[in-house]
DNA sequence: TTGTAAGCGTTATCAA
DNA sequence: TTGATAACGCTTACAA
């Protein structure tokens, strides 16, 4: 591996020179900066990363956390980020979470080790320790899809709205019970539930006259086939993730109930997937494209040294299918 | 963020003995030792990463190239080499293509530039300029799943065998005409289909009787749709990826033509979401977990200068479904 | 337009 | 058992 002092020697002049040249500073002579730049090529020059960023203090990644990668939600998140920050000249870190709150310490440490630019994430834990530590790591942060303090920029969604749209077809649809699924609701206090809950408060507040039931235990699948199978209403659920939706139509098939005929659902998310299950499932999408792209504007101003803490909410859309 | 410097003026001590304490070298007094710990502990000390690489030129980063993030495929890969490393202080740095070919060069290059000790990824490309780039990097590399050449360790899975599994399987199920469909085939030349290829071979050498189509076209949902109307024959589809399955389910079901009655389909990867789809697909498995473990040891030995160039090739598995 | 030299925060080799 | 000090490869004042 080529150095840039092994260049200015075979190039008869200063680091300091070569520097200019390979950079494309103004301060340098055309000709002297194009011969610099041939001896690099042939000598296959690559800058060193690591040097570079000792020096300047930046290292031009941006982490990611991830809360599953499993969960194909994360999907097009990853791939339209990593896109987005090739462009400009940053590279991506995925932060891989193993689904508990406390292996997002372990990720922030790793990502704050390696010296990241900035970070977007989800934000898991909850409770004053929680901000304190975030505070502290001194990292531009954005915060996605979960609200959880406003001294932090956040990007997501308007969820009673979209929920209320949800409700209203369901209604329209004639059924009169709605189940709610959302199983991590489950751990109220220990965790940041803030888009959950928001969900349910969006239930509960356009819910009309219809029955209300709320599954948040792990159990959910055994209970979701209770409710429909003793209730004599025409029940519907909707669910917190299309991965919950699955698992009950998938469960009540082995029973032969179908939706909509025995039942109703709806799910969120709009994975890919969807299109191979038949019948399709009615469910709701996130913008992602365009709350990765304010996340990271914001991010990016933010490591300008810009602080604009602000909070962009946008629209999900109610995709329909056959499952209401 | 406070450094050794200033840690060594607050214990009245050497930038030398604070990295002693700090790194439990045996050089060093026990008591200063901990009176050092516990000052830096109290200051919030973190090692810089950047400066420590560059001091011992090695980042404790591994890198594994992803083909495409939305391939289910790559969950789980991703998931247990992440485990693996954290456990032996390593961290996982993905790298993530966009599905073409040249992208492999410019994941590369991220990955060169940001001095990962290693490297796991199924190599892509092909040709002598290939060979003599991957050569050119100096970073230790494992190649997974796709041989290309024995000049780089790798770690595969007997293909022609389980192929030879699955062929026998259709052969007892009486099906008369067997359809393997493996679009990729169609960059013949230009991409490195070797595991493809030995699927391929496999099936050629096992089909006795049978009749045997080869699908390598873009358009091959379609061309799969002609053919199982067209034929007289029963007709069995051997996909080789989960991907193409569905996709032939899917489009067939809109037919209302559903396996094992209409036709016979068998996919490659057992990716999760099979659990969702009726009829169960009949799939093959690779050793997911003992194929990252291999890897890893490989790669490690290889950072450690340890040279041994070895092949390992594991045994993949028949998982039987509902559609053949 | 060019060169000199002082960092950046560690590690590691000596010598004490 | 400790301390000085020279790397590591690059950037960036400042001086020429």
């Avoid at 948040?216 to 917190?240: A, M, N, P, W």
Wanted: hydrophobic fraction near 40%.
């Amino acid at each position: 591996m080529i150095t840039v002092k092994e260049l200015a020697k075979l190039c008869n002049c200063s680091v300091a020179t070569v520097n200019r040249a390979l950079n494309d500073r103004p301060d340098i002579n055309n000709q002297t900066k194009e011969r610099i730049k041939q001896v690099a090529k042939e000598h296959g020059y690559r800058p060193h990363f690591i040097a570079r960023s000792l020096a300047t203090g930046n290292t031009n990644i941006i982490g990611l956390i991830v809360l599953d990668i499993k969960n194909p939600f994360f999907e097009h998140i990853i791939d339209y980020l990593n896109q987005r920050l090739l462009e400009r000249g940053y590279s991506l870190h995925l932060g891989i979470m193993d689904g508990s709150p406390e292996s997002e310490y372990r990720v922030f440490e790793q990502l704050a080790y390696m010296k990241v630019d900035g970070i977007i994430h989800v934000p898991l834990n909850v409770g004053d320790a929680y901000k304190t530590y975030l505070k502290q790591l001194h990292i531009p942060l954005v915060h996605l899809c979960n609200w959880y303090d406003d001294e932090f920029p956040f990007v997501g969604v308007e969820e009673s709205q979209i929920i209320a749209e949800a409700v209203q077809h369901i209604q329209q649809a004639g059924y009169t019970e709605l189940i709610y699924v959302s199983p991590p609701l489950r751990y109220k206090g220990s965790r940041n539930l803030y888009t959950l809950e928001e969900r349910l408060k969006g239930v509960q507040d356009s819910i009309g006259d219809m029955k209300l039931h709320v599954l948040d235990t792990k159990d959910y699948l055994q209970k979701s086939i209770e409710l429909v199978s003793q209730s004599h209403e025409r029940s519907c659920f909707l669910c917190s993730s299309d991965i919950f939706a699955l698992d009950i139509m998938t469960q009540m098939r082995a029973l032969d109930m179908t939706p909509p005929k025995d039942y109703g659902i709806i799910g969120f998310d709009n994975i890919t997937f969807l299109k191979h299950i038949s019948p399709r499932l009615t469910t709701i999408a996130y913008p992602v494209e365009e709350l990765i792209d304010h996340a990271l504007e914001e991010l990016l101003l933010m490591i300008q040294g810009k602080q604009c803490i602000s909070k962009h909410i946008l629209k999900a859309h109610f995709i329909p299918g056959e499952t209401i």
